[in-house]
């Protein structure tokens, strides 16, 4: 069986960008959890990639950016590519950007151990049993952003806006991809959960039948009202169905003026990145369908969507590039046998 | 699918060559989509514009509607042979609660019946004074495959050398802005134009005026613009009475002022920059005319030597495209230009890759023939721009090949081009198909192929092996 192994962490604008090409991190089982020695770090400029280092006993890093690429790649770089590896965990992939030529100098890195799916309680199951969607349909559900109390907005109400924009902006872009879904895709709210824990994430997709769990967690920065900026860190889980193979997990902190926070805003930050990972959640989820049966006019279908949604990306999307490119050389593989 | 939405829908057709009729109205009926509930029958090349989803209930998805379907008209009032199609839900009925989840396919569904090219449509929601809009357009499957493509003819001919313009789905990047900007515009009334107490055919009149009268709108309420009336009092009149001239013309460079519509030139110039549009007249055989004013006097100018500049890029987008298909290429290159110097477009870039390769298919087409680019320059900026927008994308390539090769006359730079292309997509055959034609036009035994006078680096060491590396290797990918 062929193994994926994706698991993607996008962080932009993260630390304090500073001239010194030095980037400092630290990896550690999960959020929160213990250092991970060891792990394999990667660096790449301008599609240059190269072999770093391993993390210490602490976890820790610190990749001279200067002894590895030539003058050229650092002063015309736009991101910078970290690569992590570890034996039980999922591969992971930071995109920093990388902005007149100051480069990030902190990063954190949770990785996932693979295949590490937690198990529901028999209350927290007869409590989902209501949002379960309709047979044959493709829920993704939102579980509800802890936002900082923003004006007259609820963060009840933000959420429910939140809600029915990423539901219309990853539909949109699913149709402009040209994507045929073979059931009807929503984005629900679990309106009373609260977890951001991702195996507990997918462990809810898993039960609930869904594509896709997304959801985030902001936070203000600033003094002044009006130079108030929120933080956002969003959590998008696809949840695997069935298929031998790590789905992939794209965390993504951004910055929202507070004063785009209670308007439609907030979603069009969210909602390329979104619509993208969707359809690759489908591309995927619709492979393991056709694998087993050796299904070469839908593998050929997926190769074309999948195509199409690659040569819409943009520069800087070189993390959605790299988890498509590998995705389609599993399609070619398959359409090879 | 979005039967719910083909039964209750209404349409609004406005034809936009000057020997049609405009406001039919028709409806279907449940369950019926004959040719009698088609209409623009005879047009060949239209759109359809469905109203924007309001999901907020703003009221502003209705006007928007309107507004994109009748600014669509104004930029392409003078091509015959196209349309525009609105396609609104019936009264107070939301298309949201209609659309369902199809959206780009219930347009689509939508422009099929009425065998519509192209299908517009959007999303707008409001908070705090802001108005955001979201707009989206498909291209129906079934639109000629050559309608967007760019293809080198010769004499005689040779097939092969074509590249296609393959992205069909946009969805364009949100458009920040407010109900002054939308709305607070001057309108031209037509013949029987009739002002009203509310936005209600029904509601009381308050007075008529004549055609030609220019009012100046300050909001929209659904299809109806509301204006200033005598008195300081407001009044409206529904978007079918009036003529709709854009809200501002950019000038590049200074434009003369005419007394009057086609008439004398004045002293005065309109500077390079933006203008309000005061008025709009058509003239016979004198084409379309702006008003504006500069430093206290007004002028007009034709509509021929500035830009106008719509609500949304998206209509430049649309207008382009319609343009483009009417093989009007030096307008096609307005629009596209409006479109990529249009603020915020480059938060898709997706569109705004297809609008660059149509800049640039524009641009190459509007000279005529290889030769007059030739002794003049080649702008092979828009691909490039193409490319760096969507740099993973085949098409851009594909096209900047053509014109390296047509216009440049290196073959040796054009193969970069290509085989960046196949490598990117194996699949697609265009590269494939242009090396095979050069192979076989450049270097078969015996070939007389008059591209070799065009082309000066025909033998170039290594350029007959990639050229032939190319042409079989793409074959292969493609078995």
Known sequence: ?337 | MSRRWVRAIALMVVLAAAESRAGVIVRFVPGSEKASDRVLTKVPLKALVAEFLDPGNTGLGKSLGYLVWREIHTAISDQAGAGVILARAPGKVRLVDLLEHDYHEAAICAARGQRARMAAWGAVGEEGGRVHVSAYLSLLPETPRDALALHVETTPPIQGLQARITRTRFNFAPVETNRTELFARRLVARQGATLRAEADAKARVVRQVAAGTVLESVDMEGGWFKVKAPENRAAYIDISQVDLPPRRIEAVGRVPLHAGPGGARGTSQMPSGARDVLDMRSQQGKGLWYQVEVDGTRGWVPASVVRPRFSLPAVHFIAGLYRYQGKRFDDAKREFSQFVSASGVAEDNASLATAYQLLGASGLLSKGDVLALRYGYLDSEPFSRAIAATPYDAAPYNLRALATLMVKGSIHEALRDLERAVTLDPTDPTASLIARTLEAELYRPGARSDLRHLIEDVEQPGVRERVGRLASQAAAANR
């Open chain 1, 1 to 337: 069986m062929t193994h994926i192994l994706f698991a993607l962490f996008c962080v932009f604008a993260t630390g304090v960008a500073g001239a010194a090409p030095l980037v400092h991190g630290i990896v550690t089982a999960g959020a929160g959890g213990p250092p991970l020695q060891g792990t394999g770090v990667e660096a790449e400029l301008r599609g240059n990639r190269k072999t770093a280092l391993s993390t210490d006993a602490t976890g820790r890093f610190e990749i001279d950016l200067g002894s590895l690429f030539d003058a050229g790649d650092l002063r015309h770089a736009d991101a910078l590519v970290l690569f992590f590896s570890m034996s039980g965990y999922d591969k992971a992939t930071k995109v920093m950007p990388v902005e007149a030529g100051r480069f990030p100098q902190e990063v954190r890195v949770p990785l996932t151990q693979i295949g590490a799916a937690a198990a529901l309680e028999d209350g927290e199951k007869r409590r989902l049993e209501r949002y379960r969607g309709a047979p044959g349909s493709l829920p993704l559900y939102l579980i509800p952003y802890t936002l900082p109390p923003m004006g007259a907005a609820e963060p009840k109400d933000l959420n429910e806006q939140l809600r029915a924009n990423l539901e219309r902006v990853i539909l949109t872009h699913v149709q402009a991809s040209g994507v045929r879904t073979s059931g009807v895709l929503s984005v629900k709210l679990l309106p009373d959960e609260s977890i951001r824990d991702v195996d507990r994430m997918r462990a809810y997709g898993d039960y609930l039948k869904a594509l896709a769990v997304i959801t985030g967690a902001g936070s203000i920065e600033g003094q002044a009202a009006e130079a108030q900026v929120v933080q956002v860190a969003s959590t998008y889980v696809v949840v695997p169905q069935g298929q031998a193979q790590a789905a992939p997990v794209l965390y993504v902190d951004d910055e929202v003026p507070a004063s785009h926070l209670a308007s439609p805003r907030l979603y069009h930050h969210l909602s390329k990145l979104w619509g993208r990972s969707t359809v690759l959640a489908l591309g995927l989820r619709e492979f393991a369908e056709v694998q087993a049966r050796n299904d070469r006019e839908s593998l050929t279908r997926i190769r074309g969507y999948v195509q199409a949604e690659r040569a819409n990306a943009g520069p800087g999307n070189e993390v959605l590039v790299s988890q498509l490119n590998a995705f389609l050389e599993l399609v070619d593989r398959e359409l090879k046998r």
